[in-house]
């Protein structure tokens, strides 16, 4: 079976969404106080570059002196040690001045040398890895009369203001860090005692409710909306002691009925016995007075032939001849009339007990069937039981009666149309420690939605005949809590049903 999947809690839920947004405004801030930073100090190298070309500019264009603009050059790399290199070029890329001496005369390395437009800086940062340190790369316009002939490049060793950066960042993403840390620690603080504390008192409310326990008042000093939840709790917990007390009235009512319900079902089964019963014992009873008012009138005519000396040999031989018929008659139906009074008396005995006896399964279940008779005989139907008569059974044999007669007769009520023809078979086997008790008709079956209550109580297919729908809900109580087994059904439709049932076999206790 698959584990259930573990879920995040509220309280880690906000706090990870929060510092979330936390963080993103944070490396908002960051990267846009970065970008500023980064312009900022680039103004400053433009503002430097531009006082230094205007002093350039303001030179050359005075005394047009190549050697003038170098010794600027010169006085600018000796004033500021954060100067790599000055070259002053014209439009063709040709160099005049250059700190570096050797390089005066040369051209430039590039092809297409950048020449600024006026009063315009072109600012490049050049990788570390080019010059071994972090450069930048000032060009501003060189201007004569106006009008731009040239340009000025500055190399500009920027470490100090790389080192400035880095170090503004670090700080800013230690302050950010410190910041989202600490929120996270005072939101988990007002969270725990606003939110989830509360959360967790009502959970441990609920779990009191749940197992029936007293629960006292809820009070939280929180926030409006929790204890708008905690008074609401309160009133359900009213509510549910309330409903608690009038199911537990109904139910009470419900069970009184119940057992009433059962107990008419009951006596209702063991009338239609005695019915059964008194008429199958007039029959023999009747034979038996019709036969000894024939042995009277019998025994008056051999009277009146004998007072009268009429009496002849061959008429003594024929009224020794009713006698002995006749009383074999007699004692053939008496004799019939006992066994169906004793397999009355037991049945009926049983039906009204639940007191436990050995006894012969087989012996009992036909007796079962013998008291069923009456209505059998009604029906085309065929009562078969294979069972071992050896078979012997410590049980309760009122269970076992009312199992049968409860199938025998919802086979009767429910599998059949008036004037089919059926088989209704038991089949018991005994297998180590208990007894499988098989019973099946071939009738019309079942569909799904009634197998899937056929076991419970007041459920019928024939209400409108009478149907109380207590038979099977009886026999799967005597079944699993009298007899301590299990009972299960399977039908098809149009193939019949089958109950299958497993009892335990119990030993005999004997007590001195």
């Not at 939840?229 to 917990?237: H, I, K, L, P, Q």
């Not at 002995?324 to 053939?332: A, D, F, K, L």
Request: hydrophobic residues 40%; glycine residues 6%; aromatic residues 8%.
């Amino acid at each position: 079976m698959a584990s259930p999947r573990k879920r995040t809690g509220l309280q880690k839920k906000i706090i990870f969404f929060v510092s979330a947004a936390t963080l993103f405004i944070i490396s908002l801030f960051l990267v846009i106080d970065t970008v500023n930073l980064q312009k900022s100090v680039e103004q400053a190298y433009v503002s430097q570059i531009s006082g230094m070309t205007v002093a350039i500019n303001g030179r050359y264009e005075e005394s047009r002196s190549v050697h003038d603009v170098q010794q600027i050059f010169d006085y600018i790399k000796y004033k500021n040690k954060q100067v790599y290199q000055l070259i002053l070029y014209d439009k063709q890329g040709l160099i005049l001045a250059s700190s570096q001496r050797d390089w005066v005369g040369k051209q430039m390395n590039s092809k297409n040398p950048v020449i600024p437009e006026q009063d315009k800086t072109f600012v490049e940062r050049i990788p570390k890895k080019q010059m071994g340190m972090p450069i930048v790369r000032l060009v501003a316009p060189l201007q004569e009369d106006g009008s731009v002939i040239g340009a000025v490049e500055v190399l500009y060793d920027s470490s100090e203001e790389s080192d400035l950066v880095t170090k503004r960042i670090v700080f800013s993403i230690l302050a950010g860090l410190s910041s989202a840390i600490l929120l996270m620690v005072i939101l988990w603080l007002i969270l725990r005692n606003i939110v989830i504390l509360p959360l967790m008192r009502l959970r441990e409310a609920a779990v009191i409710v749940k197992q029936g326990g007293t629960l006292p008042k809820l009070d939280f000093r929180a926030s409006p909306e929790i204890e708008e939840v905690s008074d609401a709790f309160n009133e359900m917990v009213i509510n549910l002691d309330e409903r608690y007390y009038e199911l537990q009235n109904a139910l009470e009512s419900l069970k009184n009925a119940q057992e009433k319900l059962v107990q008419s079902e009951k006596m209702g089964a063991l009338g239609s016995l005695v019915a059964g019963v008194s008429h199958e014992i007039n029959t023999p009873i009747g034979i038996g007075v019709t036969a000894v008012s024939f042995l009277e009138q019998k025994i008056k005519d051999f009277q009146t032939n004998y007072q009268q000396n009429k009496m002849k040999k061959s008429d003594l031989d024929q009224f020794i001849l009713t006698l002995i018929e006749t009383t074999e008659m007699i004692q053939s139906n008496l004799v019939r009339a006992s066994a169906l009074v004793r397999s009355f008396k037991q049945v009926s005995v049983d039906q009204t007990s639940e007191a436990k006896r050995t006894f012969k399964l087989k012996e009992y279940m036909e007796e079962v069937i013998v008291s069923l008779g009456p209505t059998l005989k009604k029906t085309k139907h065929r009562v078969l039981i294979e069972c071992d008569s050896s078979l012997e059974l410590y049980s309760t044999p009122g269970a076992i009666s009312q199992i049968m007669t409860n199938l025998v007769m919802n086979s009767l009520n429910h599998a059949y149309e008036s004037g089919e023809e059926g088989n209704l078979i038991f089949k018991i086997n005994a297998e180590k420690d208990r007894i499988i008790f098989m019973y099946s008709d071939d009738g019309k079956g079942m569909p799904q939605e009634v197998l899937e209550q056929i076991f419970d109580p007041f459920f019928t297919t024939s209400r409108g005949n009478g149907g109380t729908g207590l038979g099977m809900n009886i026999v799967y109580n005597l079944v699993t809590q009298s007899l301590g087994g299990t009972i299960q059904v399977h039908s098809t439709l149009g193939r019949g049903s089958m109950f299958y049932i497993e009892i335990p076999i119990e030993e005999e206790t004997f007590h001195e």
